[in-house]
């Protein structure tokens, strides 16, 4: 009868990561001939953290994640990237976007894509986007993805 009300105990009990549980992976995606909004929804997943079994909404379990080969990433030839600047202010506030600043284009969409909170911009900032093939992590020893 002891040992049962034990085992009951023990199994209602809920884990609940603290912050310092796990220290935050580094992974690495390339982005050749990868779509955007693919690995934008990749990104999203390994930043907040969902890949991991022990995911909790309300700590910061994330990850690091560097993109390379930025510019060979495809994006849409038929669209017209447009960005609004200062809204309400007419004449200049629409501006078109170059498809050569990839690095902004991607980094607004995945901005855009994060859950809204406070901690929208620290996952933002976990986020280096590199235009070539190198890049200055390589002591983190990063998780190389090379499909999605």
């Not at 549980?21 to 693919?38: A, M, P, S, V």
Request: charged share 25%; hydrophobic share 30%; glycine share 6%.
């Amino acid at each position: 009868m002891n040992n049962l009300s034990k085992n009951k105990i023990s199994m209602n009990k809920t884990f609940i990561p603290v912050c310092t549980f796990d220290k935050k992976k580094w992974y690495t995606i390339n982005c050749e001939h990868q779509h955007l909004g693919r690995i934008s929804s990749t990104i999203i997943s390994l930043l907040i953290g969902k890949n991991k079994s022990y995911y909790f909404p309300s700590f910061d379990i994330g990850n690091y994640v560097i993109l390379i080969n930025t510019d060979l990433l495809v994006l849409g030839n038929k669209k017209e990237w447009l960005h609004v600047y200062s809204p309400g202010r007419p004449g200049s506030s629409l501006k078109k976007v170059k498809k050569t600043e990839t690095k902004k284009i991607i980094r607004n969409c995945v901005y855009k894509m994060l859950p809204n909170g406070p901690s929208k911009r620290n996952l933002s900032n976990r986020l280096k986007i590199y235009s070539g093939p190198k890049h200055p992590h390589e002591a983190q020893s990063p998780i190389y993805i090379d499909k999605i």
